[in-house]
């Protein structure tokens, strides 16, 4: 028996800048206590962007309709909640900075020329935003068979209770793979919803918070998996709106002879992208023909698609 949970959806420095039409490029000056890690010149890139230098080349563009939006002041941003006050629909996808100034607390300030407003951010807070690690979403790993065992993320259930540490890296792991391994799981029953409210919620569908995988004589099954039959590689619940993120499986028992029962995974990625290499019409299909996903459980239909 299979029970599966959790589809669970993981110095001192000061210039001031104004705003020329004509002008490009801002001269700053700082004084002797100007630190490394702060600004050396602000660029106005082009029409609808500021570019920010910093002391070693790097530059960082920043969209002006993005700064207005993410003005941190009591006005933009309620102080108890941290909830968004500002209407970005009303934002002037024209709005330009009016007056720039660095201030000797380490914040850029804008004035806007659209409206009577300044909004002031912290240099570091600019930076941790321009950076690869926040701009960049984290790609995936490629993988296919001969993959390396040892290179697959694995972890022992009671570190993952117990850690944070450990437990972050087995969701980066996830993330990278698509599955993990997690080895020395008590044979409870239970143990797998309390294992997945550890990474996240339970996502509760049609089939309940847990789902039971039990093969039944196959005139009885209502389900293919509650057959004897081996199932064939596939991704579960493509007939839902919005599929789980991710699924737990915990074996609590296996009956037949060895290595009769056993789970098999494919990148999903790596076959998308060898079919973008090798048959590109055949990708262009796979990616825009609507395809209807549906099952039929219990004499009721779901299904998503046209």
């Known amino acids: 028996m299979i029970r599966s949970a959790a589809r669970f959806w993981t110095s001192k420095f000061h210039a ?3 705003f020329a039409p004509s002008i490009g490029l801002l001269s700053v000056k700082h004084s002797t206590h100007f630190s490394k890690r702060n600004l050396t010149d602000v660029v106005k890139s082009s029409s609808s962007a500021l570019k920010l230098v910093w002391h070693n080349g790097t530059t960082h563009e920043f969209k002006n309709v993005w ?7 009591p006005e933009c941003v309620h102080t108890t909640t941290k909830q968004k006050l500002v209407d970005t629909a009303s934002i002037p996808l ?8 660095l201030s000797d607390v380490g914040k850029l300030k804008i004035t806007w020329s659209n409206e009577n407003h300044t909004s002031a951010y912290d240099i570091e807070w600019l930076r941790e935003r321009a950076s690869e690690r926040f701009s960049s979403r984290r790609r995936p790993k490629l993988w296919k068979t001969g993959v390396s065992f040892d290179s697959l993320p694995k972890a022992r259930y009671s570190r993952i209770m117990d850690s944070d540490a450990d437990l972050y890296e087995l969701l980066s ?8 391994i997690v080895n020395d799981v008590p044979l409870v ?26 093969a039944y004589p196959d005139a009885d099954a209502s389900h293919l998996a509650y057959t004897s039959q081996a199932l064939d590689l596939h991704m579960d619940m493509n007939y839902m709106e919005k599929s789980p993120g ?27 992208n060898w079919l973008r290499e090798n048959h ?3 990708f262009h299909v796979l990616t825009s023909l609507p395809v209807r996903h549906a099952i039929n459980v219990k004499g009721v239909s779901v299904g998503v698609g046209f």
Do not use: M, W
Request: glycine share 8%.
């Open 189 to 214: 029953e239970d143990t797998v919803e309390k294992f997945a409210n550890r990474l996240a919620y339970v996502k509760e569908t049609f089939y309940g918070r847990l789902f039971d995988v039990i």
């Open 280 to 282: 590109l019409t055949a």
């Open 246 to 272: 991710g699924q737990v499986l915990h074996c609590l028992e296996s009956q037949g002879p060895p290595n009769q029962a056993v789970s098999f995974f494919v990148d999903g990625f790596a076959v998308a």
């Open 173 to 180: 792991g996830f993330y990278d793979y698509g599955f993990a």
């Open 16 to 18: 001031h800048l104004r």
């Open 94 to 101: 024209d709005v330009t900075p009016a007056e720039v100034t």
């Open 67 to 73: 700064l207005r939006d993410q003005c941190q002041c």
